[in-house]
């Protein structure tokens, strides 16, 4: 007894000037994000919602965070990468159609004459859908996807696609789950584009995917079942489709909600406003043109073409409290390292 | 040493009588069916997935379990319920809506004249359904719902309806759940009238719930968020409509599929036939007049009016090996015992 007193005192002593100094204390959840007001808004977001004794507590099973994809998960420049993907994609289906050498838009596809393919306007992107997107079962569709996403480059990166996502983003997205939220992508891209790779490069599982659709068909082909895409337009799931598109996958408020984009304001809305439990709106501002790209209405920058974050909805951030990431101050790395 | 050894020995010995002679065995996880093939065949094929030195094995983010609701996890007779919801609500509004005295098909609803309602058709149940189920907020009818089926009564059993939910399927859904599997509901029912409830009586969350829906549009309020549900018809998940929803909001074949009518046939078949892993389908038969309700093609039963168990599909469930739940001989109880 007199031997063994002093050795468990000395240990407590120990235990309590490691946790007191910091030693024991959790690792930052978010170290590719800078210290500042930002990183602090979210952390204390997370720990008010699942502190047990907080009048703010709200349950897992309500804790629901939505991303958009497009310029809030990964890059979204000098094209949205579903649109790469579908052009490259005529560039391989060229050689079957012939006559697509005289026909816009897929002439100006084949030209790489970006001006005429959009000259066509929405029509000319729904026969490049159509074309590229529609006509096989969704497991064919799966497999091109997937050849793609694996192997194509980014013209100004030489990066895969799939390794332009954020990496802080990736550890929010982490953070939240270790703090018992459902993370779920709400993304005006096409549902079945994401779903192949979501789970392996965000650790988001199909299920948790919403996005735009178009139609399918069941049938049973030589016995097989099969979901055959069809060339008409389903959902679109962007501005108030967001919110919608939510509610019919999901069936509960997000109290997490983040995006970059006029397509992304009406789900803010719909998580924050008069939301019954306390609700964190974040939008991520484009404005490292050295790291990534710059667009939006900050100070020197040009006005959006594609994702535009317009002055208006920054006015509506600032007025309704929803926190906007610079990624400039505050991420430290913009994508993953490189696996060698 | 030599005192404690036998002890040991002891110990052992008692162990290896306890474990071999079963007082150790697992519980029985279904406790409500007879023991004979169809429990036997459930439980293998779980245990057939889940053991992960099985070449059969699945992991458990592929383990989805798909459940249709009406007359496989609850009953169905003398009507839907979700209809005598309907029914009930036309006269709750009846007085609001005086005209409706001399207007089929609510004449008939307040008259209890069914005959002159189903008269009407497709035309009549539309007609009922957008004066019900639309015009309000995604909110205001989840109250409606909740009033409802905590207090409306079946005519014949005098339970609240919630309670007329099946004790084996309830046991289903939660061994399926501690083996690792997703349980989801596809039913040809309304994804909004389930959701409000399905938590609480089956343990599934309404991110796990795909059914029919009406559209809705995306409004600020007096500057709150709202969807407000509208008089059309968005999706109806029934027949070729089930393996769409499933695909819609799931995005993975199941690996379990249960129903119990021929609306359930092809997402049977687009869980079992050609699915790279071991699946199983499940059919309930309404075999027990005594305590439940016996339709479909069994020997002396009747033709079925709704839930139509036809013996096309019987023929098919033997020819795909789909196991087929007799209620009469496979079930100890069919409802869970009332709370006093």
Known sequence: ????????????????????????????????????????????????VTDKNSQDYVKPAERIATFDNDGTLWSEQPMYFQLAFALDRVKSLAPKHPEWKDQQPFKGVL?????AVMAGGEKSLVQIIAATHAGMTTEEFEQIVLEWINTAKHPKTGRLYREMVYQPQLELLAYLRASGFKTFIV?????????????????IPPEQVVGSSIKTKFELRDGKPVLVRLPAINFIDDKEGKPVGINSHIGRRPIFA?????????????????????????????????????????????????????????????????TVVGMK????VIYPPLKK
């Open 1 to 48: 007894m007199l031997l063994r007193t002093p050795f468990a005192a000395l240990l407590l002593i120990l235990v309590q000037w490691m946790s007191g100094g910091g030693l024991l204390r959790a690792a930052d959840p978010l170290p590719s994000w800078n210290d500042g007001p930002t990183k602090t808004a979210i952390i204390e977001f997370v720990e008010r």
């Open 111 to 115: 030209e790489g004459d970006l001006k």
């Open 187 to 203: 993304s005006g891209g096409g549902i079945e584009f994401m779903r192949p790779w979501t789970e392996q490069t965000y650790g």
């Open 258 to 322: 983040a995006g970059n984009s006029a397509g992304d304001r009406q789900m803010l809305e719909y998580a924050t406003i008069d939301n019954p439990h306390p609700a964190f709106g974040l939008l991520v501002l484009h404005d490292d043109a050295k790291r990534e790209y710059a667009y939006g209405p900050a100070d020197g920058l040009p006005d959006s073409k594609i994702g535009t974050f317009p002055q208006s909805l920054m006015d509506e951030a600032q007025q309704r409290g929803w």
């Open 329 to 332: 101050h505050d991420w430290k």
